[in-house]
């Protein structure tokens, strides 16, 4: 970076301040209520994050950090506040031993102990589980209801060969559940599909050239769409003290559609300009094209193929640079003509919609407004956007307030697409309390309706999700 951090070092930055640990399992209810909670809205808002329980060994990353999930639970306009460690194996090797015992995913090979399954990504509701997913993959860890105790892993009946990644995509008219899991050897990339019934239907392998970094998926209601970026895996390269990413800024980027109900059927793939992707807002099917959308990076290393240093922008990790901007793939499979186009100058990252429009085409897109002042990731405010109109509609959190992703949640007994509130956690970084605030998407730009105090912190999260009361049944 310009003041010279090493990567590590600014690993470190996430170690402190917003992003120091919270060690309490906490429950609580009694809560400050800032507004009113609407008596519309009722079930459970769940997020996963890192929470390093010791003082991390070398080459710790953020998303190295152990699990930790906190929950808001809305009952007749009641809050419960819940905070949980996800109890992986991993953890229970540091607190038996009284420390860290893992090195980070920065770490050099050979450093130690390495690769443990922190579970700490996503959350997904799925096969009537509450799962919590990792990004690098490993096995869902199984959650109970409402309490968020871990319980322990859930591989689909051992019918899940080699774990599945965060992301996964539910269909909702379906309810299966779609996901990738990925390495650094062959096969470098697989696409899984999981049914209700709680067992792993196909596992596919993507035949890719290489390794590819991998992170989100999307589907249609034809279509698994997964993807051969230009952000690439070596180990070899000297000097490589980090994960190995880089981006060869020559190559372009493929989009590769693979059938949903014909596993015979060929992956079709589409040449688009060289990008990398975290987060995908959406896809859908429209005619004869396939649409998506995303937080496009067209920068996503601090050091270019040629050497050039780029530190401008919020990094992650030293090297993972965040130049996002919203963006729209059109896929056309009459022609395989691609058209593509940036959404918004803003840069934004974390982009969500209606989780009943994932696969069908959703309208509404949510996104956090990234902080560029910042050396670290993080928003201070969302966007609402419009894709039909184009329309967006700002949202700030206010000075010194930082947040993250935010969900969806639908009004009970609520009808279209943005009928219902946007839901996420804010924190004040001047005293450093968090708060949940609960915005309705038709009003969005008027601000929260409601904002509970937490009686803890909640550091800057990864994923998560809106859970109806109904699948609140222990
Ligand atoms: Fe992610």
Known sequence: MADGTSPLEQASLYLDGVYASVM?????????????????????????????????????????????????????????FRSRWIKTT???????????????SLARPGAGKRHKNVANTDLVY??????????????????????????????????LKGGLTSHAKIDPRTGELFFISWGPRPPFLQVGVAGPDGQVTRQTTIDLPGPRVQHDMAI????????????????????????????????????????????????????????????????????????????RLAGATRVDKRGRVHDDLPLVDGEHRFDSHPHMWRLNLATGAVTERRLDDAYVEFPRVNDANICSGARYSYMARIKTDEKTLMADGLFKYDLTSGARQDLAFGAGRVGYEASFAPRDGGSGEDDGYVVGFVTDRADMT????????RAFADGPVARIKLPQKAPPKFHGRWLPAATLKG
């Open 24 to 80: 309490d399992e906490v429950t609580a209810g009694d809560l400050t209520v800032i507004g009113e909670i609407p008596h519309d809205l009722n079930g459970m808002f769940v997020q996963n994050g890192a929470n390093p329980r010791f003082h991390p060994k070398a080459g710790h990353s953020w998303f190295d950090g152990d699990g930790m999930v906190h929950g808001v639970q809305l009952d007749d306009g009641k809050p419960v």
């Open 220 to 295: 249609s209601d034809r279509f698994i769409c997964v993807f051969d970026f230009p952000l690439m895996m070596d180990f070899k390269r000297p000097g490589q003290d980090s994960l190995g990413f880089v981006l060869n800024d020559d190559a372009p980027t493929r989009i590769g559609l693979v059938d949903r109900h014909d596993p015979t059927a060929p992956v079709r793939w589409f040449e688009a300009g060289g990008c990398f992707m975290w987060h995908l807002s959406s896809a859908w099917d429209e005619g004869d094209e396939f649409v998506l959308v995303g937080a």
């Open 90 to 104: 991993g953890l229970a090797e540091d607190i038996a031993a009284g420390h860290a015992t893992y090195v980070g």
């Open 434 to 441: 968090s708060e949940f605030w609960i915005t309705p998407s």
């Open 126 to 159: 799925h096969a009537g589980r509450l799962l919590a997913l990792w990004w690098e993959g490993g096995a869902p860890h199984e959650l109970s209801l409402p309490n968020l105790e871990t319980k322990g892993t859930f591989t689909y009946g051992d019918t």
